[in-house]
């Protein structure tokens, strides 16, 4: 039973805001007279049980109430076309009240009510005011918001990409984050944000492998806790997504495809899904958005199996689960399962989705779900059923209780203020070092006199800035930061060498074609510089425009003439220094061959260039290490940690079948991988007790010290794995993690607990089970670079 929610408030918590004028015959010394009838109903009283009150609530409420409670309505001038109320609503179809609104005045669409703050907050309260004293039940709307870069609001605290944040590897820091995003969503009037993404980036020429925190279930699970964790301890629900199988489009093909994604039913389970049942069962998050994506032929949002048996029954999901945009048109339109549209929100309704939303007017669903249950096609059951959850979230979170922002003025105070540290901090921990081939880096800025930045996104601003995320924001470039950094210090030149990509890209990607003559003439430009210089840092990867949703690739390589450019530079003879944003793994096998340094930066947030400067020169030492693997070569997909027993292993080149080598075989960097300006040692690695029982913790412990000369950061990494099972398992998997800061010399002991659950596989029966039998920890700084190692036995 839901813990009972005391909230004892006055008149004057809700009249903070001098500009909003409330009736006072509805607004009682400690409740509200949502439904206007003069006496305090069970649903009204803070005093009553959660489920009590809902259930009081639901028998109170009409098809066509129940209804509304079922569809987002877009904000403003993404369907709604008013920023505030106007007499128009009253022959809306939100006239009987709504799920959710979502993203408005947020300042994606440009509108005098996304800042400053605090009067966001109060539009916020004028909206919720209306649907509370305006409609018949007044039931207070969910106010949504996407948030997986930082929260979704003009000049909010903008975070690094996922894969950037992934990159991290510290779970205190997404903690914070989290915190930070709700924090400044309660301020702004929000009530739920769209976060974390828990989809696994297994193949990289996805477009949304940006969006991920990695390859690695394990890894995008813990990381996925702390972000939910943080976002709801500020009193906000968090909606995990795509839900589920979302990530692994046949082909990594993207767009209009979204669909088929090849995978075994183990492996669903134990890779895809595993992220959504970790962190719902150790979070508790409020929401869920389901995918517009089949499985083995089922449209996962019109799936009981994913939405009801295991998302509610085995997981123990106890929120509201919205759709993904467009998800239950696909039913009918792209999928054709259901013979029509209605069908298909037959469908979606049978299968559990609560609430749906998309680009369109919400009468679009909810005009014949009310169809449905009155001619007795849906019943009344079901649609209670799916209702009983948006309204249970809306009480957990407080909105029959405190309904509106109290304080509205206290946003300009909360929002974007004091984070500046923060946001510098997760830029540098973000940022990891690829290759330092004779200490390349950190550059000495005391022995340069000239130093050449080149490359088309050392002045691309887009990168920072995500739909997704905070809007509006001041950009500086990589080459602004490193001016600031330099200043008068040395001299800086800069040649843009050339754009991102040809006019024929991607064809010429498969087609070549040869270099305009104004291509030629910016890459001699940038030649011509680079011989005066002493050090070339070189920018280049991936705009916004070539990495997101929708924009899947047929090929890794850098785009465009920049591939040209690097080796026109290194003919020069001058070391060159390669820092790479993108949103995705790249096949830089020429690169890693041929150039001393290469730091990945990723997709950063805004002060990422910064980051780069102050890591460039040493001011910062790099300790990122990857979240997902380097393939060399497209031909080599897919190519992922954690793997099966020799699924990524060379061919023979004797014996009875042995036919020589034809491809090339492993990775580029491994998973987990990371290098830094000093060096680790580990030791005295201790594993308690070596002989336990299958329900029995294992503890292990490991002594890592800084045997450089310089602080740094180094990511403790622990794998097992299983020696022998009654089904194939891979060949290792992670199930630990701790990232550290060592001063030179000094030596921290890690602690990790491995679970019984941590060791679960799934037998031939596929029942989740811990088998008797041996183990073995590795400990390390990636899933290569093992440094001990140790056995234990279950009986």
């Given at each position: 039973?839901?813990k ?12 903070s ?19 206007k ?24 409420m ?13 904000g ?20 009987d ?13 440009p509108?005098?009510?996304?800042y400053p703050?605090?009067?966001?907050a ?12 305006e ?9 949504t ?5 930082g929260?979704?609001?003009e000049?909010?605290?903008?975070l ?33 944000i ?11 020429r ?22 939910v ?10 909606t ?6 979302y ?20 492996e ?7 992220p ?13 958005m ?29 929120g509201?689960?919205v759709?993904d945009?467009?998800a ?19 469908q ?7 609430v749906?939303t ?8 909810i ?40 304080d ?13 540290d923060f ?18 880096l950190?550059?000495d ?14 002045v691309?601003k887009?990168?920072?800035?995500s ?6 924001l001041?950009?500086?470039?990589v ?31 498969i ?16 030649v ?5 210089s ?35 530079l290194?003919a020069t ?46 001011d ?18 897919e ?7 020799s ?30 300006y ?10 308690t ?21 310089v602080?740094?950061d180094?990511?403790?990494?622990l ?16 199930r ?14 890690v ?6 659950e ?38």
């Amino acid at each position: 039973m839901i813990k009972k929610r005391v909230v004892v408030f006055g008149i004057c918590l809700l009249v903070s805001c001098s500009s909003f004028a409330q009736k006072k015959t509805i607004y009682q010394k400690g409740w509200i007279d949502f439904n206007k009838n003069g006496q305090k109903d069970i649903f009204e009283d803070p005093e009553v049980e959660i489920d009590d009150r809902v259930e009081d609530l639901l028998g109170q409420m009409n098809v066509d109430e129940k209804t509304a409670q079922c569809a987002t309505l877009y904000g403003y001038k993404r369907v709604l076309k008013d920023e505030l109320p106007t007499p128009g609503w009253k022959n809306e179809v939100w006239k009987d009240g709504i799920a959710n609104i979502d993203e408005q005045l947020n300042g994606l669409k440009p509108t005098q009510y996304s800042y400053p703050y605090s009067k966001h907050a109060e539009a916020i309260n004028t909206i919720q005011k209306w649907f509370i004293e305006e409609t018949r039940l007044g039931i207070p709307v969910d106010f949504t918001n996407e948030g997986i870069h930082g929260l979704n609001h003009e000049k909010a605290t903008p975070l690094p990409s996922p894969i950037a944040i992934g990159s991290t590897w510290n779970k205190n820091l997404v903690r914070q984050a989290g915190e930070i995003e709700g924090r400044e969503g309660k301020a702004l009037g929000y009530t739920n944000i769209y976060a974390p993404i828990l989809d696994l980036a297994r193949d990289p020429r996805w477009g949304r492998v940006v969006e991920c925190y990695g390859e690695d279930p394990y890894l995008v699970s813990e990381l996925g806790i702390q972000m939910v964790k943080g976002i709801q301890s500020q009193g906000l629900a968090s909606t995990l997504k795509h839900y589920a199988v979302y990530s692994v489009p046949k082909g990594g093909r993207d767009g209009r495809v979204r669909t088929d994604p090849h995978v075994a039913p183990r492996e669903l389970h134990q890779m895809h899904l595993y992220p959504y049942k970790r962190v719902i069962g150790e979070a508790h998050p409020k929401g869920v958005m389901s995918s517009y994506n089949d499985y083995d032929g089922i449209p996962v949002s019109g799936s009981y199996y994913f939405l009801t048996e295991l998302l509610r029954n085995e997981y123990g999901f106890n929120g509201y689960v919205v759709s993904d945009s467009e998800a239950v048109e696909f039913l009918h339109k792209k999928h054709r399962v259901a013979e029509d549209y209605k069908e298909g929100v037959r469908q979606v309704a049978e299968a559990g989705l609560n609430v749906r939303t998309h680009f369109t007017p919400p009468e679009d669903y909810i005009l014949p779900l009310r169809e449905l249950v009155n001619d007795g096609e849906l019943s009344m059951a079901t649609l209670d059923r799916n209702v009983r959850d948006v309204l249970r979230v809306k009480f957990e979170l407080g909105l029959f209780d405190e309904p509106y922002v109290k304080d509205t003025k206290a946003a300009d105070k909360i929002v974007a203020n004091d984070t500046e540290d923060f946001v510098l901090q997760m830029a540098k921990e973000s940022l990891v070092l690829l290759k330092n081939e004779n200490k390349t880096l950190p550059l000495d800025i005391n022995k340069l006199d000239n130093i050449l930045v080149t490359g088309p996104l050392a002045v691309d601003k887009s990168v920072y800035v995500s739909r997704y995320g905070p809007q509006n924001l001041e950009v500086k470039s990589v080459l602004e930061g490193i001016q600031n950094y330099v200043g008068a210090k040395t001299n800086v030149n800069f040649s843009l060498g050339c754009e991102v990509v040809d006019e024929a890209w991607p064809e010429s990607e498969i087609i070549p074609i040869p270099l305009s003559d104004q291509e030629q003439r910016m890459i001699d430009d940038a030649v011509a510089k680079a011989k005066q210089s002493d050090v070339i840092i070189a920018v280049m990867g991936e705009d916004e425009k070539r990495c997101g949703e929708s924009r899947s690739r047929t090929d890794l390589g850098l785009p465009g003439r920049q591939f040209q450019l690097l080796q026109a530079l290194e003919a020069t003879g001058k070391p060159i220094v390669l820092v790479l944003i993108n949103g995705r793994p790249l096949t830089i096998n020429w690169e890693n061959q041929y150039l001393p340094a290469i730091l990945e930066a990723w997709f950063p947030n805004i002060e990422g260039p910064n980051a780069i400067a102050e890591t460039l020169f040493g001011d910062y030492n790099p300790g990122g290490k990857l979240p997902i693997t380097f393939p060399r070569s497209v031909g080599q997909l897919e190519l992922n940690f954690p793997y099966k027993p020799s699924s990524q292993v060379g061919q023979p080149s004797s014996g009875p079948n042995g036919t020589g080598k034809t491809s090339v075989v492993g990775e580029l960097y491994p998973f987990g991988y990371g290098l830094s300006y000093t060096q680790f040692e580990y030791k005295n690695l201790k594993i308690t007790p070596e002989t336990g029982k299958t329900q029995q913790q294992i503890e292990v412990s490991v002594d890592v010290t800084n045997t450089g000369k310089v602080k740094g950061d180094e990511v403790v990494q622990l794998y097992f794995k299983d020696l022998v099972s009654s089904v194939i398992v891979y060949e290792l998997q992670l199930r630990g993690f701790e990232r550290i800061t060592l001063e030179p010399g000094e030596t921290k002991t890690v602690h990790f607990t491995l679970k019984p659950e941590d060791l679960q596989l799934l037998d031939r029966d596929m029942n989740w089970t811990v088998e008797p039998g041996e183990f073995e920890v590795m400990v390390g700084s990636s899933s290569q670079d093992i440094r001990v190692k140790g056995n234990f036995k279950l009986l």
